[in-house]
């Protein structure tokens, strides 16, 4: 029983990732080692599960069946086993989570605090800007931005709050007037952030009680704040970024706050997590650090 079901795991990797070798990375075991776990299983239930290409990876219709029965019976052991957490004296196991690059260094604080105080525990930081379903890509909690939540989700908002400036550098601003409204931004060069779903985000901002969005253009175009702040730093243009990420470079005089009597937008940040699954030792520990006063 016990190497079937290490078997039927295997395949539930392959079948959620479509892919021998993704799911491999994901275990930590070799292509090969996955491979011939699928084709015993196969071997032992007298049907085909999967398509193989040299390519592709598809499921059968008895693949189909089974891995949607298989996924949810391995998720109602893993829940399982999460509850024994509770008898434990400290959170033990492995926590999963994804980030989005842009505050990834803001919690590294908790989770190393966490680590260090639970050493027992094992946790994996997938610093990641798309938005992930948890449950299929097999994390235990996501942290975002101001989520639009996903069915039978639950959201628990953080302490952080990170707040949008635009910033330039003294290079830049050389024989420039400093931006001192957002119509002031139509003559400069601005860099400019494309989300994941391919969205360039809008520059807006609050003025007594008044949002305003702002139309820019900008001939660099990027998808990563630190990116934006190091072009900015080399006078590339104006950076509309998160002002926590740049505190170095502002109170050093490398950057420079444009727009000083308008309050940009901020974002709220939240953990969520499935509330279908049960919160372990180690979960609620990550929430309480990340929660706690800084």
């Not at 003559?187 to 952030?193: A, E, P, Q, V, W």
Request: hydrophobic content about 45%; glycine content about 6%; aromatic content about 6%.
């Amino acid at each position: 029983m016990g190497r079937h079901l290490q078997d039927i795991a295997a395949f539930v990797a392959v079948a959620d990732r479509l892919s021998f070798q993704r799911a491999a990375l994901d275990r930590g075991v070799t292509r090969s080692t996955l491979s011939h776990a699928v084709r015993t299983l196969e071997e032992r239930l007298g049907v085909r599960l999967l398509n193989r290409t040299t390519r592709s990876v598809s499921l059968t219709e008895a693949g189909r069946v089974l891995h949607s029965r298989a996924k949810q019976a391995l998720g109602d052991l893993d829940h399982a086993v999460d509850a024994i957490d509770d008898f434990r004296d400290q959170p033990h196991g492995s926590l999963r989570i994804t980030v989005p690059r842009s505050v990834s260094a803001s919690i590294i604080g908790a989770v190393t605090a966490l680590a260090t105080t639970y050493p027992a525990l094992s946790v994996e930081i997938d610093a990641n800007d798309q938005m992930v379903d948890i449950v299929a890509e097999g994390y235990d909690a996501g942290i975002r931005f101001g989520i639009a939540m996903q069915q039978d989700m639950i959201a628990v908002r953080l302490n952080q709050a990170f707040h949008f400036a635009v910033l330039a550098s003294p290079a830049y601003l050389a024989g420039r007037d400093l931006p001192m409204s957002p119509d002031d931004l139509a003559h400069h060069r601005c860099i400019l952030y494309r989300l994941p779903s391919g969205v360039l985000t809008p520059w807006m901002f609050e003025r007594n009680g008044q949002i305003s969005k702002t139309n820019v253009t900008g001939s660099l175009i990027l998808n990563d704040q630190s990116l934006m702040i190091e072009a900015a730093l080399q006078g590339a243009g104006l950076a509309f970024v998160f002002e926590e990420g740049a505190r170095a470079h502002l109170d050093s005089g490398r950057l420079i706050r444009c727009l000083p009597d308008y309050r940009a937008q901020f974002s709220e940040l939240f953990l969520y997590y499935s509330g279908h699954r049960h919160v372990s030792a180690a979960l609620r520990s990550l929430i309480d650090h990340l929660k706690s006063p800084k």
